[in-house]
Protein backbone atom coordinates (compact mmCIF):
# COMPACT_ATOMS: atom_id res chain seq x y z
CA UNK A 1 0.00 0.00 0.00
CA UNK A 2 1.46 2.98 -1.14
CA UNK A 3 -0.21 7.02 0.56
CA UNK A 4 1.50 10.48 0.09
CA UNK A 5 0.77 12.75 3.17
CA UNK A 6 0.40 16.53 1.58
CA UNK A 7 0.25 17.74 5.43
CA UNK A 8 2.22 15.91 7.92
CA UNK A 9 1.87 16.34 12.05
CA UNK A 10 5.54 17.70 12.12
CA UNK A 11 5.04 20.40 9.79
CA UNK A 12 3.98 23.74 11.04
CA UNK A 13 1.58 25.98 9.51
CA UNK A 14 1.41 29.49 10.35
CA UNK A 15 -2.39 30.31 9.88
CA UNK A 16 -1.91 34.28 10.41
CA UNK A 17 0.74 34.35 7.58
CA UNK A 18 -1.91 32.26 5.19
CA UNK A 19 -4.70 35.16 6.42
CA UNK A 20 -2.47 37.76 5.95
CA UNK A 21 -1.43 36.68 2.26
CA UNK A 22 -5.22 36.03 1.38
CA UNK A 23 -6.71 39.22 2.31
CA UNK A 24 -3.80 40.47 0.31
CA UNK A 25 -4.77 38.48 -2.51
CA UNK A 26 -8.50 39.44 -2.11
CA UNK A 27 -7.86 43.59 -1.92
CA UNK A 28 -5.82 43.19 -5.16
CA UNK A 29 -8.80 41.47 -6.96
CA UNK A 30 -10.87 43.77 -5.42
CA UNK A 31 -9.04 46.99 -6.98
CA UNK A 32 -8.59 45.05 -10.50
CA UNK A 33 -12.36 44.59 -10.33
CA UNK A 34 -12.89 48.33 -9.91
CA UNK A 35 -9.99 49.43 -12.45
CA UNK A 36 -11.86 47.54 -14.84
CA UNK A 37 -14.98 48.40 -14.48
CA UNK A 38 -13.82 52.33 -14.46
CA UNK A 39 -11.87 51.62 -17.64
CA UNK A 40 -15.05 49.76 -18.96
CA UNK A 41 -17.89 52.25 -18.20
CA UNK A 42 -14.96 55.21 -19.54
CA UNK A 43 -15.00 53.25 -22.67
CA UNK A 44 -18.77 54.31 -24.85
CA UNK A 45 -19.25 51.35 -26.97
CA UNK A 46 -19.89 54.48 -29.79
CA UNK A 47 -16.82 55.63 -29.22
CA UNK A 48 -14.39 52.82 -30.84
CA UNK A 49 -17.08 50.63 -32.83
CA UNK A 50 -17.75 53.07 -35.68
CA UNK A 51 -14.33 51.88 -36.84
CA UNK A 52 -14.25 48.80 -36.61
CA UNK A 53 -14.12 47.25 -40.09
CA UNK A 54 -13.53 43.87 -38.91
CA UNK A 55 -15.61 40.36 -39.07
CA UNK A 56 -18.87 40.71 -37.46
CA UNK A 57 -17.65 37.74 -35.28
CA UNK A 58 -14.52 38.79 -34.13
CA UNK A 59 -16.50 42.53 -33.01
CA UNK A 60 -18.76 40.63 -31.26
CA UNK A 61 -15.87 38.78 -29.47
CA UNK A 62 -14.22 42.13 -28.71
CA UNK A 63 -17.68 43.30 -27.19
CA UNK A 64 -18.35 40.46 -25.02
CA UNK A 65 -14.77 40.25 -23.77
CA UNK A 66 -14.45 43.66 -22.98
CA UNK A 67 -17.74 44.18 -21.54
CA UNK A 68 -18.23 40.55 -19.87
CA UNK A 69 -21.36 40.12 -21.66
CA UNK A 70 -22.08 36.61 -23.58
CA UNK A 71 -22.13 36.37 -27.30
CA UNK A 72 -25.96 36.48 -27.33
CA UNK A 73 -25.78 40.05 -25.45
CA UNK A 74 -23.03 41.26 -27.05
CA UNK A 75 -25.22 40.61 -30.66
CA UNK A 76 -27.47 42.54 -29.72
CA UNK A 77 -25.84 45.71 -28.09
CA UNK A 78 -24.96 46.25 -32.03
CA UNK A 79 -27.97 48.30 -33.80
CA UNK A 80 -30.80 46.89 -35.56
CA UNK A 81 -31.43 48.08 -39.48
CA UNK A 82 -34.28 50.12 -38.81
CA UNK A 83 -37.99 48.39 -40.82
CA UNK A 84 -39.20 50.59 -43.71
CA UNK A 85 -41.93 52.73 -43.06
CA UNK A 86 -44.92 51.87 -45.21
CA UNK A 87 -48.07 53.53 -45.47
CA UNK A 88 -50.83 50.65 -46.30
CA UNK A 89 -48.91 48.02 -47.38
CA UNK A 90 -46.74 51.18 -49.49
CA UNK A 91 -43.52 51.96 -49.33
CA UNK A 92 -42.89 55.94 -49.71
CA UNK A 93 -41.20 56.42 -53.21
CA UNK A 94 -44.73 54.23 -54.12
CA UNK A 95 -46.62 56.82 -52.22
CA UNK A 96 -44.59 59.99 -53.48
CA UNK A 97 -44.99 58.58 -56.99
CA UNK A 98 -48.98 57.91 -56.99
CA UNK A 99 -49.58 61.62 -55.16
CA UNK A 100 -47.65 62.72 -58.06
CA UNK A 101 -49.54 61.72 -60.63
CA UNK A 102 -52.84 63.10 -58.94
CA UNK A 103 -51.06 66.66 -58.55
CA UNK A 104 -51.34 66.54 -62.09
CA UNK A 105 -54.93 66.56 -61.88
CA UNK A 106 -55.23 69.37 -59.17
CA UNK A 107 -54.56 73.18 -59.48
CA UNK A 108 -54.59 76.54 -57.58
CA UNK A 109 -54.01 76.13 -53.55
CA UNK A 110 -55.32 71.77 -53.96
CA UNK A 111 -51.83 71.61 -56.10
CA UNK A 112 -49.82 73.32 -53.45
CA UNK A 113 -51.12 71.57 -50.32
CA UNK A 114 -50.36 68.31 -52.52
CA UNK A 115 -46.80 69.64 -53.23
CA UNK A 116 -46.15 70.21 -49.36
CA UNK A 117 -47.17 66.80 -48.45
CA UNK A 118 -45.03 64.85 -50.94
CA UNK A 119 -42.01 67.42 -49.71
CA UNK A 120 -42.78 65.95 -45.96
CA UNK A 121 -42.57 62.57 -47.51
CA UNK A 122 -39.65 62.87 -49.11
CA UNK A 123 -38.22 64.50 -46.05
CA UNK A 124 -39.10 62.16 -43.74
CA UNK A 125 -37.59 59.11 -46.14
CA UNK A 126 -34.63 60.95 -46.27
CA UNK A 127 -34.53 60.79 -42.51
CA UNK A 128 -35.37 57.27 -42.80
CA UNK A 129 -31.80 56.69 -44.94
CA UNK A 130 -29.82 58.66 -42.69
CA UNK A 131 -30.86 56.21 -39.78
CA UNK A 132 -29.83 53.28 -42.04
CA UNK A 133 -26.60 54.83 -42.84
CA UNK A 134 -26.26 55.66 -38.28
CA UNK A 135 -27.15 51.71 -37.80
CA UNK A 136 -24.19 50.56 -40.12
CA UNK A 137 -21.57 51.21 -37.07
CA UNK A 138 -18.55 50.43 -39.68
CA UNK A 139 -20.40 53.29 -42.34
CA UNK A 140 -21.55 55.52 -39.88
CA UNK A 141 -17.82 58.18 -40.03
CA UNK A 142 -18.14 57.97 -43.70
CA UNK A 143 -21.22 59.06 -43.75
CA UNK A 144 -20.57 62.19 -46.39
CA UNK A 145 -19.37 59.72 -48.85
CA UNK A 146 -21.70 57.33 -48.65
CA UNK A 147 -24.14 60.04 -49.75
CA UNK A 148 -22.02 60.42 -52.29
CA UNK A 149 -23.12 57.16 -54.17
CA UNK A 150 -26.88 58.48 -53.62
CA UNK A 151 -28.06 54.96 -52.23
CA UNK A 152 -31.17 53.97 -52.16
CA UNK A 153 -32.82 51.49 -48.93
CA UNK A 154 -31.63 48.58 -51.35
CA UNK A 155 -28.24 49.42 -51.39
CA UNK A 156 -28.19 50.15 -47.65
CA UNK A 157 -29.48 46.88 -47.26
CA UNK A 158 -26.55 45.34 -48.99
CA UNK A 159 -24.01 47.27 -47.60
CA UNK A 160 -25.57 46.05 -43.90
CA UNK A 161 -25.39 42.58 -45.15
CA UNK A 162 -21.94 42.80 -45.24
CA UNK A 163 -20.18 40.77 -42.32
CA UNK A 164 -16.36 39.95 -43.93
CA UNK A 165 -13.74 42.31 -43.12
CA UNK A 166 -12.49 41.92 -46.58
CA UNK A 167 -15.18 43.32 -48.29
CA UNK A 168 -15.72 46.00 -45.55
CA UNK A 169 -11.89 47.30 -46.27
CA UNK A 170 -12.74 47.44 -49.49
CA UNK A 171 -16.10 49.67 -49.21
CA UNK A 172 -13.84 51.86 -46.58
CA UNK A 173 -11.49 52.47 -48.54
CA UNK A 174 -13.10 53.62 -51.58
CA UNK A 175 -15.10 55.90 -49.62
CA UNK A 176 -12.42 57.64 -48.33
CA UNK A 177 -10.92 57.70 -52.04
CA UNK A 178 -14.11 59.05 -52.99
CA UNK A 179 -14.13 61.51 -50.18
CA UNK A 180 -10.47 63.12 -50.61
CA UNK A 181 -10.88 63.05 -54.89
CA UNK A 182 -14.24 65.24 -53.94
CA UNK A 183 -12.18 67.69 -51.80
CA UNK A 184 -9.15 68.21 -54.22
CA UNK A 185 -11.36 68.85 -57.02
CA UNK A 186 -13.56 71.35 -55.29
CA UNK A 187 -9.99 73.64 -54.53
CA UNK A 188 -8.70 72.78 -58.27
CA UNK A 189 -9.52 74.68 -61.73
CA UNK A 190 -10.50 72.46 -64.49
CA UNK A 191 -7.37 71.27 -66.14
CA UNK A 192 -5.48 67.85 -66.11
CA UNK A 193 -5.30 67.54 -62.07
CA UNK A 194 -8.79 68.04 -61.66
CA UNK A 195 -9.89 65.51 -64.09
CA UNK A 196 -7.16 62.99 -62.26
CA UNK A 197 -9.27 63.49 -59.34
CA UNK A 198 -12.70 63.09 -60.75
CA UNK A 199 -11.90 59.52 -62.99
CA UNK A 200 -10.26 58.47 -59.00
CA UNK A 201 -13.94 59.55 -57.95
CA UNK A 202 -15.72 57.26 -60.35
CA UNK A 203 -13.56 54.86 -60.55
CA UNK A 204 -13.89 54.47 -56.76
CA UNK A 205 -17.85 54.84 -57.01
CA UNK A 206 -17.40 51.71 -59.44
CA UNK A 207 -15.88 49.23 -57.15
CA UNK A 208 -18.46 49.94 -54.51
CA UNK A 209 -21.36 49.00 -57.13
CA UNK A 210 -19.61 46.18 -58.71
CA UNK A 211 -18.84 44.78 -54.60
CA UNK A 212 -22.54 45.12 -54.78
CA UNK A 213 -23.10 43.72 -57.45
CA UNK A 214 -21.96 40.36 -56.18
CA UNK A 215 -24.88 41.02 -53.17
CA UNK A 216 -28.18 38.93 -54.87
CA UNK A 217 -31.39 40.77 -54.09
CA UNK A 218 -32.56 37.64 -52.90
CA UNK A 219 -30.31 37.38 -49.54
CA UNK A 220 -31.42 41.06 -48.53
CA UNK A 221 -35.03 39.99 -49.04
CA UNK A 222 -37.27 38.76 -45.97
CA UNK A 223 -38.45 35.43 -47.19
CA UNK A 224 -41.90 35.04 -48.93
CA UNK A 225 -43.19 32.68 -45.48
CA UNK A 226 -42.14 35.49 -42.77
CA UNK A 227 -43.92 38.36 -44.73
CA UNK A 228 -46.81 35.76 -44.95
CA UNK A 229 -46.79 35.44 -41.24
CA UNK A 230 -46.68 39.69 -40.52
CA UNK A 231 -49.77 39.53 -42.39
CA UNK A 232 -51.36 37.05 -40.51
CA UNK A 233 -50.06 38.32 -37.28
CA UNK A 234 -50.95 42.32 -38.10
CA UNK A 235 -54.59 40.79 -39.50
CA UNK A 236 -54.91 39.34 -35.89
CA UNK A 237 -54.00 42.49 -34.03
CA UNK A 238 -56.34 44.50 -36.15
CA UNK A 239 -59.01 42.15 -35.94
CA UNK A 240 -59.13 40.44 -32.46
CA UNK A 241 -61.75 37.05 -32.54
CA UNK A 242 -60.94 36.29 -36.01
CA UNK A 243 -61.33 32.94 -37.79
CA UNK A 244 -59.21 31.10 -40.08
CA UNK A 245 -61.70 31.51 -42.93
CA UNK A 246 -61.93 35.29 -42.18
CA UNK A 247 -57.95 35.83 -42.40
CA UNK A 248 -58.04 33.79 -45.54
CA UNK A 249 -60.16 35.68 -47.29
CA UNK A 250 -58.73 39.18 -45.91
CA UNK A 251 -55.37 38.23 -47.50
CA UNK A 252 -53.65 39.96 -50.85
CA UNK A 253 -54.30 38.06 -53.70
CA UNK A 254 -51.06 36.40 -54.04
CA UNK A 255 -51.02 34.96 -50.69
CA UNK A 256 -54.68 33.78 -51.19
CA UNK A 257 -54.15 31.76 -54.24
CA UNK A 258 -51.55 29.77 -52.33
CA UNK A 259 -53.35 29.45 -49.11
CA UNK A 260 -55.94 27.50 -47.32
CA UNK A 261 -57.60 28.17 -44.28
CA UNK A 262 -56.16 24.93 -43.29
CA UNK A 263 -52.83 26.11 -43.97
CA UNK A 264 -53.14 29.16 -42.27
CA UNK A 265 -54.77 27.65 -39.25
CA UNK A 266 -51.30 25.40 -39.12
CA UNK A 267 -49.34 28.66 -39.62
CA UNK A 268 -51.40 30.04 -36.44
CA UNK A 269 -49.92 27.18 -34.13
CA UNK A 270 -46.41 27.72 -35.00
CA UNK A 271 -46.82 31.71 -34.69
CA UNK A 272 -48.26 30.53 -31.09
CA UNK A 273 -51.64 32.37 -31.56
CA UNK A 274 -54.31 31.65 -29.05
CA UNK A 275 -57.23 30.11 -30.20
CA UNK A 276 -60.97 29.87 -28.42
CA UNK A 277 -63.30 27.93 -30.17
CA UNK A 278 -61.95 28.58 -33.64
CA UNK A 279 -61.01 32.34 -33.01
CA UNK A 280 -57.47 33.45 -32.84
CA UNK A 281 -55.93 35.87 -30.48
CA UNK A 282 -52.57 37.86 -30.08
CA UNK A 283 -51.39 40.34 -28.27
CA UNK A 284 -50.19 43.70 -30.01
CA UNK A 285 -47.16 45.01 -30.04
CA UNK A 286 -48.23 48.41 -28.19
CA UNK A 287 -49.35 45.95 -25.55
CA UNK A 288 -46.24 44.04 -24.74
CA UNK A 289 -43.94 47.11 -25.34
CA UNK A 290 -45.57 48.03 -22.07
CA UNK A 291 -47.09 45.09 -20.62
CA UNK A 292 -46.61 45.52 -16.94
CA UNK A 293 -47.92 49.16 -17.04
CA UNK A 294 -50.70 47.62 -18.95
CA UNK A 295 -51.29 44.62 -16.14
CA UNK A 296 -51.12 47.52 -13.54
CA UNK A 297 -53.54 49.79 -15.43
CA UNK A 298 -56.27 46.21 -15.66
CA UNK A 299 -55.36 45.51 -12.07
CA UNK A 300 -56.73 49.09 -11.61
CA UNK A 301 -59.98 48.31 -13.34
CA UNK A 302 -61.11 44.94 -13.12
CA UNK A 303 -58.71 43.44 -10.71
CA UNK A 304 -58.36 42.81 -6.71
CA UNK A 305 -55.31 42.68 -4.14
CA UNK A 306 -56.21 40.41 -1.00
CA UNK A 307 -54.39 38.90 1.70
CA UNK A 308 -54.39 34.90 3.45
CA UNK A 309 -54.34 34.02 6.80
CA UNK A 310 -50.31 34.25 6.41
CA UNK A 311 -50.53 38.37 5.44
CA UNK A 312 -49.06 36.72 2.12
CA UNK A 313 -50.63 39.00 -0.67
CA UNK A 314 -52.63 38.06 -3.56
CA UNK A 315 -53.01 40.01 -7.07
CA UNK A 316 -56.09 39.00 -9.48
CA UNK A 317 -57.32 39.82 -12.40
CA UNK A 318 -60.87 38.79 -13.67
CA UNK A 319 -62.24 38.64 -17.18
CA UNK A 320 -65.40 36.95 -18.87
CA UNK A 321 -66.16 35.12 -22.30
CA UNK A 322 -64.22 34.15 -24.94
CA UNK A 323 -61.81 37.33 -25.68
CA UNK A 324 -61.30 37.42 -21.73
CA UNK A 325 -60.37 33.98 -21.86
CA UNK A 326 -58.04 34.28 -24.60
CA UNK A 327 -56.25 37.65 -23.35
CA UNK A 328 -55.61 35.58 -20.11
CA UNK A 329 -53.91 32.60 -22.08
CA UNK A 330 -52.18 35.39 -24.09
CA UNK A 331 -50.95 37.38 -20.67
CA UNK A 332 -49.71 34.15 -18.87
CA UNK A 333 -47.24 33.25 -21.70
CA UNK A 334 -46.21 36.65 -21.81
CA UNK A 335 -45.92 37.53 -18.22
CA UNK A 336 -44.65 33.53 -17.54
CA UNK A 337 -45.63 33.61 -14.04
CA UNK A 338 -49.23 33.41 -12.01
CA UNK A 339 -51.80 30.82 -12.28
CA UNK A 340 -54.91 30.31 -14.29
CA UNK A 341 -57.96 29.36 -13.21
CA UNK A 342 -60.07 28.63 -16.30
CA UNK A 343 -64.05 28.08 -16.63
CA UNK A 344 -64.64 29.23 -13.46
CA UNK A 345 -68.50 29.23 -11.86
Known amino acids: MEYLELICKNDEINTDELRRKLAELEEAQAQAGAKKKEITDELKLSDWLPYQSLDETEVIKDISKIY ?11 SAFPEEPLIDNKPIPAIVK ?30 HLNKCIDSIYWLSPYKSAVKMLTPDLVTL ?56 KEISHQSIRKSRQSVLDNLIIKTICNNPGISSNAIHSMLPKSYHRSTTPQTISKML ?44 PRIGMIATGDRGRAFFQEMEKELKIGRLHLDQR
Open 157 to 212: RKLEHIKDGEHREIIVNNLVKMWESNIFKNELDYGEEYAGHVKIFKESKKNIRSTL
Open 98 to 127: DLRNMRRKLKGDNRQKMSKTIDHLINAYGD
Open 269 to 312: KKINATNVSGDYYILSDEIKKDLYGYVAGFIDSDGYITMDSSYS
Open 68 to 78: SVNLTDARNML
